[in-house]
T-cell receptor
């Protein structure tokens, strides 16, 4: 079975722009979570979605939003990009137990 | 306030020996714990988990120990192999929520 897939792999944006990151979960997994990892730190929780509903939100500004589609794929949107938004954005899926399975991530660079 | 701490930024171990990676947490209400390894340019790979109702869980060469009174968990890798060289993250959270707090990672280097 394919693992979690994310697109794009890399992205370069300018301050003030908007970005959309995409994630497809492992087949059969209905929960998708988004995490941000900055250099030298562990991943930090942004959102969790289950059956298209937001089930959790981390300590991130309203510039960050997400949604989950009927096929359980998900998008993360970030508006008004700041230099500090430069990070690896990780998507993880779960099938019901508590373990997370991460994708390869999208490396976002804001200049 | 860092709720999950990995106080050793790096660790070097000889091939074939035991690697012990440590993790401390502050919230006694955490009831589920995960360990991941991460290679450069890849996402974290799930290794092993443990629920707070257990104090030990094994999967092949990997064993996780949980000491709830000390709010401490450790990952043992036996025997260590060069391919185990990676950054290891522990994470703590509440079962069923998928909202986990990660430590800052320990870089393990297994020397051949």
């Amino acid at each position: 079975d394919a693992g979690v897939t994310q697109s794009p792999t890399h992205l370069i944006k300018t301050r003030g722009q908007q970005v959309t990151l995409r994630c497809s979960p492992i087949s059969g997994h209905k929960s998708v979570s988004w995490y941000q990892q900055v250099l030298g730190q562990g991943p930090q929780f942004i959102f969790q979605y289950y059956e298209k509903e937001e089930r959790g939100r981390g300590n991130f500004p309203d510039r960050f939003s997400a949604r989950q589609f009927p096929n359980y794929s998900s998008e993360l949107n970030v508006n008004a990009l700041l230099l500090g938004d430069s990070a690896l954005y990780l998507c993880a899926s779960s099938r019901g137990e508590s373990s997370l399975y991460f994708g390869p991530g999208t490396r976002l660079t804001v200049t | 306030d860092q709720q999950v701490k990995q106080n050793s930024p790096s660790l070097s171990v000889q091939e074939g020996r035991i690697s012990i990676l440590n993790c401390d947490y502050t919230n006694s209400m955490f009831d589920y714990f995960l360990w991941y390894k991460k290679y450069p340019a890849e996402g974290p790979t799930f290794l092993i988990s443990i629920s707070s109702i257990k104090d030990k869980n094994e999967d092949g060469r990997f064993t996780v120990f949980l000491n709830k009174s000390a709010k401490h968990l450790s990952l043992h890798i036996v025997p260590s192999q060069p391919g185990d060289s990676a950054v290891y993250f522990c994470a703590a959270g509440f079962s069923g929520t998928y909202k986990y707090i990660f430590g800052t990672g320990t870089r393990l280097k297994v020397l051949a």
